[in-house]
């Protein structure tokens, strides 16, 4: 019997969509299986790259979780579907915008609903609070989160924040300033480690056995969880909701104001980070001195697709 997958996706660059293809070829190379890929197209496109006001600017939007409008998507595809795949990547330690605005719309949680669900990710390198909604969104939808895949870029921290910025704002991916690695997953790692984790999605949705493809993907190194990057976005997920009110001044402020807040805030986050990710680290190094088992079963936790309940 012929089985179907389809994909949801919003890529700005395309690098998503290059991660999504690179994992689904040994799916597209069979037979009995059909791809469908679905784009989610904003009404009013996210600029790329992005300009200052209008990246900071969308930091309170994401951040609160406010859904932006999308052309209308037609799922009908998707209430035959045998997997579907969510491919998405992290704005702001959140869903990008518009990825999350389909999850909470109406059309989006009614075609999810009951269904076999598997994410692709590729981003910078922090992603697990993003992933913590979605795992939330899904539950709400009896959606059965059933592998994800993670692809992050592989440079130190620090430096893949400049560039990743000169990626995103300024549309340099190459050698920035002439020295940087270049920003992003790289094609050596898709080529050498993408098609595995299709093989293994392509024989659950053949057999439409589910159970252990999570257990597989991980063996083949599908998701990473740092314990550094992991104590570091724990600190911004507080503290960026916080930010957000200040932009926002709790929903009180007019255009202009926001304007200028948003002008201050592209200056002071960098700065904060710079100061603060020293000092994150050197906590990120010295807290599993102290807790080992606790930040063990943290990274644990995080590279499953169990959901505790924990996460608005
Ligand atoms: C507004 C914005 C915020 C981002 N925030 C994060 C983030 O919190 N964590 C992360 O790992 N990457 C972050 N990134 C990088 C993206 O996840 C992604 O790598 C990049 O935007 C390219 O994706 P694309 O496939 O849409 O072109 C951000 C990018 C943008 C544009």
Redesign the pocket.
């Known amino acids: 019997m012929n089985k179907k997958v389809v994909v949801l996706y919003y890529?700005?660059?395309?690098?998503?969509k290059q991660a999504v293809d690179a994992t689904l070829a040994p799916l597209m190379q069979r037979s009995s299986i059909q791809v469908e890929y679905l784009k989610l197209q904003p009404t009013h496109p996210f600029p790329f790259p992005?300009g200052y006001m209008e990246?900071f600017g969308?930091f309170a939007d994401?951040v609160q979780g406010r859904a932006c409008k999308l052309e209308p998507v037609d799922t009908t595809c998707l209430s035959d579907a045998d997997l579907v795949i969510l491919a998405y990547?992290?704005?702001?330690?959140t869903i990008s915008q518009p990825m999350h605005s389909f999850l909470q719309s109406a059309v989006g949680q009614q075609a999810l609903k009951d269904k076999n669900v598997l994410t692709i990710i590729?981003?910078?390198?922090?992603?697990i609070n993003a992933q913590e909604k979605i795992k939330a969104l899904l539950s709400r939808m009896n959606a059965s989160l059933v592998g994800q895949i993670v692809y992050t870029d592989p440079s130190p921290n620090l430096i893949s924040l400049v560039t990743?910025v000169a990626y995103?704002m300024g549309g340099i991916r190459g050698r920035f300033l002439g020295f940087f690695p270049r920003y992003?997953i790289s094609s050596a790692e898709l080529n050498a480690r993408a098609s595995v984790f299709g093989d293994q999605i392509a024989e659950s949705v053949v057999h439409d056995q589910w159970d252990d493809l999570e257990d597989q993907l991980l063996l083949h190194g599908a998701v990473e969880v740092k314990s550094s990057l992991m104590v570091m976005e724990g600190r911004g997920k507080i503290l960026f909701p916080i930010y957000a009110r200040f932009l926002t001044k709790n929903g009180t402020a007019t255009a202009g104001q926001r304007r200028v807040r948003v002008a201050i805030f592209g200056v002071a986050l960098p700065l904060m980070i710079l100061i603060l990710s020293p000092i994150l680290t050197l906590v990120a190094w010295i807290m599993p001195l102290l807790s080992p088992r606790k930040m063990k079963q943290e990274v644990d936790y995080y590279r499953h697709t169990a959901f505790r309940g924990d996460t608005p």
């Open positions: 890529t700005q660059s395309g690098q998503l992005w990246f969308a994401t990547q992290p704005w702001f330690l590729a981003c910078r390198n922090m992603w990743v995103v992003g």
